[in-house]
């Protein structure tokens, strides 16, 4: 009776199984506009090219417009790098971040362009205002803001508008803003805006946030503003070049991007079983590929000890890594997923 019951069960449990996994097969969406499809389809052809650009003191956002050899180029803002110390380039997740490594900036026109290099073949968008066209702009365009406003979740975020006004001053300089109203928010800043066509015309800048009244400050809605690539062409780009680059300076680093793990697993995008229920340590959530730590640390992996000291949280880190050299070496133990199970793994890392 007992061997027939527990059959029974183990049978009802493979179907309750079975019955968990989605098998319906899915539906290929056709829009029903040729306006839609068009949205859709550039949308997805310009994105693989919009990218963060991440600082010490927050992120922006950028588009890769230019490439030589290995190496790139992204125009973005220049208050996305003003004081922003070390920077990288993040792909939302889908390969290792770059260390920028040079910077050419014009504070008047609020722009700037970042440097960095890599082996990997990355996707250049290939504008025809910043080759030198002139991209026509006109009132009642549809337009189209993609970059990573609030935080890295929401990387490459899509919003849509209009332009109200094809021309409007900025910083003083007459016609150098497009205005619309597809949504900007912190973290937008340096992001590409297209027409429906896919045409890169402008980058995102700034919003107005309140405007005043005779009885105080209201909320505005749909004033944003864009610097017109045409401008930004004529003013900045045409005359760019190598000479007017700066070294980002570099300071001695492990390589890896960090969450506490009580935050890692507030996130719901994130995989809760991806590390040790109930485990306090380190989540390494990003790798820098020019540091060393690439060459042994893996994305989830749990930092829990450094130099034989217990690690809980960012700051234990910064404590073993306070009067950093170039040339330091450090003992990580980590706890990995390694076919199901987590195991203790300990490397020796190079500051680089």
């Known amino acids: 009776m007992k061997k027939t019951l527990g059959l029974l069960i183990t049978i009802l449990s493979i179907i309750f199984l079975v019955g968990c996994f989605d098998t319906r097969s899915v539906i290929p969406y056709e829009s029903p506009s040729t306006y839609e499809s068009m949205r859709i389809e550039m949308i997805a052809e310009v994105s693989p090219s919009v990218i963060v650009v991440k600082t010490e003191t927050g992120h922006g ?72 066209e002139k991209i026509e702009i006109i009132r009642g365009q549809d337009v189209y803001a993609i970059g990573t406003p609030e935080n890295l979740n929401k990387f490459n975020y899509v919003t849509q508008g209009v332009i109200a006004m094809a021309s409007f001053p900025y910083n003083g300089i007459d016609d150098l803003a497009i205005m619309h109203d597809a949504e900007l928010n912190p973290g937008n800043s340096g992001g590409p805006l297209f027409n429906l066509n896919g045409e890169f015309i402008g980058i995102n800048v700034a919003k107005i946030p309140s405007i005043a009244t005779e009885t105080g400050s209201i909320a505005a809605e749909g004033l944003n503003y864009s610097l017109n690539i045409n401008e930004i062409y004529f003013r900045f780009l045409s005359t760019l070049d190598e000479t007017d680059f700066t070294d980002i300076e570099r300071r001695p680093r492990l390589g890896v991007t960090v969450q506490d793990s009580t ?3 507030e996130n719901p995008e994130n995989d809760p079983n991806a590390i040790p229920e109930n485990q306090l340590g380190v989540v390494v959530i990003g790798l820098d590929e020019t540091r060393d730590a690439i060459n042994y640390l893996e994305i989830n992996d749990l930092i829990i000890r450094m ?23 450090h003992e990580v133990t980590v706890l990995r997923k390694v076919n199901g199970t987590f195991v203790e793994l300990t490397f020796t890392i190079t500051l680089s």
């Open 61 to 132: 956002s950028g588009l890769i417009y230019k490439q030589e050899g290995n190496v790139y180029y992204a125009i973005t803002n220049q208050h996305v790098v003003e004081d922003g110390g070390e920077m990288s380039i993040y792909f939302g997740g889908t390969r290792d971040e770059i260390a920028v490594t040079k910077v050419a900036s014009n504070a008047l026109l609020d722009v700037a362009v970042v440097q960095f290099e890599t082996e990997d073949q990355l996707v250049v968008y290939d504008s025809r205002a910043i080759n030198g």
């Open 263 to 265: 935050v890692f697993l």
């Open 307 to 329: 130099n034989g000291n217990t690690i809980t949280t960012i700051a234990d880190i910064a404590s073993e890594l306070s009067d950093a050299a170039f040339g330091d070496t």
